[in-house]
């Protein structure tokens, strides 16, 4: 039975794309980022094809005891750390690092009686506003962790904007992160120990900004063969895409000139015109927004969108293209229809397209 509407994921692609990110980054290791549902492509399907990464990276805990209960063994990191004292006791049972960032993070660690000793990252916020310690309190942070005696201590920040070439916002971070860094580094060296392992990197930082691949690299979106940069894809950074969506056609209309078509009657027929209803809606994450002329391909031709998405459904302009039948198959994105383009035209961005494809989509995994 051919499904519908599917999202098929091509793990050659994957497993192409963490290689090309450690060869982009041979002194550094790979936390492969693999939070929400792992970008669309399937939590544990990914876990399981990226395997060979240093460490899986998800946002929360939940996401960790579902790659847990399917047996993935990998270094687990929990990017938003755990908020209270139950989920730190669940963290210690299923063994995931965690990520401290905030003041209640090193109270709940002090207070911890368990036998179990955390792998922790400091996560220092260097101007994101996000999560994290800020650079003046860094220093007695880490020092306090460490008196903790976890198994490691590593430290971490992100960058608010590593995508942008003129690269101010990076350089003003670093500013404020190289000086914390050798505070900590000289606080280490009075304890008699290592200077702390360092992260910073996002995908956009492992292909741009060598100088900052540091000890561990975090790429999320490139793994799955996406640019994170405005006007460009991930061909263009030697990716390959991994997702491709796509749905049947379900029914093909002609429609006289002046009618409407959808919901609220938003496109109107400007000639007699042909149109293929496409399974696939909002209900499968395509976007309400997505405004009419936005392009799909039906079996491979370019077919603007006409009118409004629906929950289920999506009807396109098929008049100009060779005859469409029942069943024929239509690209909502893929190697042929960039999800970067779609992105752009949905004026949005394609994290968020890929992030919002929903359960119900039937993913299939081919390995070639
Ligand atoms: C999501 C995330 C990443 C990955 O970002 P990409 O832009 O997808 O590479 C890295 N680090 C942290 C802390 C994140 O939350």
Redesign the pocket.
């Known amino acids: 039975m051919t499904p519908l509407i599917r999202a098929r994921i091509d793990g050659g692609a994957l497993l192409h794309n963490l290689q090309h990110l450690k060869s982009r980054a041979p002194r550094s290791r790979v ?1 492969a ?1 693999i ?1 929400a549902n792992a ?1 669309g492509h399937g939590l544990v399907a990914t876990a399981r094809i990226l395997q060979s990464a240093d460490a899986l ?1 998800v ?1 929360r805990l939940e996401e960790g005891v579902l790659l847990r209960e399917a047996g993935i063994q990998n270094r687990i990191v929990l ?1 938003e750390g755990v908020p209270d004292a139950s989920q730190l006791e669940a963290a210690a049972r299923y063994q995931f690092d965690l ?1 401290v960032h905030e003041p209640g993070g090193v109270a709940m660690l002090r207070a911890w009686r368990g036998e179990h000793r955390f792998e922790l990252w400091l ?1 220092i916020d260097t101007g994101m506003n996000r ?1 994290g310690f800020r650079p003046e309190q860094a220093v007695g942070v880490w020092e306090s962790l460490y008196a903790l005696r976890p198994r490691a201590l590593r430290v ?1 920040t ?1 960058l608010a904007a ?2 942008q070439v003129d690269g101010l916002m990076v350089a003003r971070q670093m500013e404020r992160f190289a000086p914390t860094l050798e505070q900590i580094g000289a606080a280490a060296g009075r304890g008699a120990v290592a200077a702390p392992e360092v992260s910073i990197a ?3 930082a ?1 292909l741009a900004l060598p100088g900052l691949h540091a000890d561990w690299i ?6 799955y063969g996406v640019s ?1 940069f405005d006007g460009s894809t991930g061909a263009t950074h030697g990716l390959k895409p991994a997702m491709r969506l796509e749905a049947a056609v379900i029914a093909v209309r002609e429609v006289p000139a002046g009618e409407t078509v959808g919901y609220a009657g938003r496109w109107r027929a400007a000639r007699p015109t042909r149109i293929a209803i496409i399974g696939a809606g909002y209900g499968d994450g395509l976007l309400r927004s997505f405004p009419d002329g936005m392009p799909v391909l039906v079996n491979g031709h370019s077919a603007p969108l006409a009118g409004r998405v629906s929950m289920d459904m999506i009807a396109v302009d098929v008049t100009d293209l060779p005859p469409v039948q029942v069943g024929d198959i239509a690209q909502i994105w893929g190697a042929e229809l960039p999800v970067e383009r779609q992105a752009e035209a949905a004026g949005t961005i394609p ?1 968020e397209l890929l992030c919002s494809v929903r359960q119900r989509v039937p993913r299939s995994y081919t390995n070639d």
């Open positions: 936390m980022v939070k970008y990276a946002a990017l990520v996560k999560l971490m992100h590593a995508d996002n995908s956009a492992t975090r790429p999320g979106i490139a793994l994170p994290y």
